[in-house]
Each structure stands twice: as structure tokens, then as C-alpha cells.
């Protein structure tokens, strides 16, 4: 695959990865009502999120509202929101960067390399909330309490579309750092360590 081919198809998927990432930051199904146990209670689902809380009817019907105060919350729903939304602008910027910088160019920042990683840390930041929030689902799922299991939380769909998210982000983000050749990079670093010795032979 050549460069234009690989920095177009990493593009692609960071971009992929940015609107992903956006829905899994806003979609509500971050944990749901767990159906386990013996007594399965199908009259009322329940799903959190970031931003809001929804009560899902067996009609259809479904009632959302979202949360009432922000230090209220608890730490790791905080420590995702403040990750998301970082990853969210790490992963606008990068779609500009790259967009203005293709071809390898020095639009943005001097190393082209340095476009692409930025990609990445939008992905890890993705990667880290995600993970974290699952972390914490998962401790309170088999902790030991007196809540019945089928009245317990695990894993919602938002969870995947975010793992998902931050697979296509840093997978964009490695694709755009391979799309410029070595010898370009070479080539570039060379320019800049001998431009300024050529402007103070000149002075």
C-alpha cells in the first residue's frame, strides 16, 4: 500500500474513530439493567450514561433525565467525562491537522509525525474511559452486596461503540504516522538542523 493510499485510509478511520467516539460520549447506554438471576424482572429497563439516566418501558415508552448535579456524581463517572471529552478534542484538532497537513507537509507542527500522534492520544483518552467505566461496572456487578443480581448494572452497548472508537482512532492515527516516508522525515529533519547554519554563513 502506498503513502497516499495508507494516510487516506488512516484518515478514514480516525475520522471513523471521532464520530464513534462522539456517539459513545452521548449515548445514554453506558450500563443497563442486568437480566441475570432467577426472578427476571422485563417490565422496566433501566441504562446510565455520562450525562443522563433512562427508564425504558416494556411499551416502548422510554423516560431520560439528566443528571441533576455534577459534583453529586461519582468520581469515575467525572474522570470519563473529563476523558471524553478531551479525546473528543484531541480527535477534532488531529481531523484538521490532517486535513489541512496531507501529503505529508509541515502545516500545524514541524514534525509530521506529530500530526498523526495526536490521533492516537484521542484514542487512548477513549481507551482509558471506557475502560474505567467498565472497570467500575464490573467491581460493582460481582461485589458482594444485598442487591438482588438481576437488579444490578453490567455492561451497556456504549461501552462496545467506545472500545470500537478507540481500536479506529489509534489504528488512524498509526496509518497517517506510516504515511510519510522515512526519507521524507529524514529529509525534513536534515533541512531544519542545516537551515540555520547556512543563514549564519550568509550574515
Known amino acids: 500500500m502506498g503513502g497516499g493510499a495508507r494516510e487516506l485510509a488512516g484518515y478514514l478511520a480516525a475520522l471513523a474513530g471521532w464520530v464513534a467516539g462522539l456517539a459513545a460520549a452521548v449515548l445514554?447506554?453506558?450500563?443497563q439493567s442486568s437480566y441475570a438471576g432467577d426472578a427476571i424482572i422485563t417490565a422496566v429497563g433501566l441504562h446510565e450514561g455520562l450525562w443522563m439516566s433512562c427508564a425504558a418501558q416494556s411499551t416502548g415508552q422510554q423516560q431520560c433525565r439528566l443528571h441533576d448535579s455534577l459534583l453529586s456524581l461519582e468520581v469515575h463517572i467525572q474522570t470519563c467525562r473529563a476523558l471524553m471529552v478531551i479525546s473528543l478534542l484531541l480527535g477534532f484538532f488531529g481531523i484538521i491537522v490532517s486535513v489541512v497537513g496531507?501529503?505529508?507537509t509541515k502545516v500545524g507542527e514541524e514534525d509530521p509525525v506529530t500530526k498523526s500522534r495526536i490521533a492516537v492520544a484521542g484514542g487512548l483518552c477513549t481507551l482509558a474511559a471506557v475502560s474505567l467505566y467498565?472497570?467500575?461496572v464490573t467491581y460493582e456487578f460481582f461485589s458482594e452486596s444485598t442487591i438482588p443480581i438481576n437488579a444490578r448494572y453490567e455492561f451497556g452497548s456504549a461501552l462496545f461503540v467506545g472500545w470500537g472508537a478507540a481500536s479506529l482512532s489509534m489504528l488512524g492515527g498509526s496509518l497517517?504516522?506510516?504515511s510519510c516516508p522515512a526519507k521524507v522525515r529524514r529529509g525534513q529533519q536534515y533541512h531544519q538542523q542545516s537551515q540555520p547554519?547556512?543563514?549564519?554563513?550568509y550574515v
Open 197 to 201: 547554519s547556512t543563514a549564519r554563513e
Open 134 to 136: 467498565a472497570t467500575q
Open 176 to 178: 497517517l504516522c506510516c
Open 102 to 104: 496531507m501529503k505529508c
Open 28 to 31: 445514554p447506554q453506558w450500563r
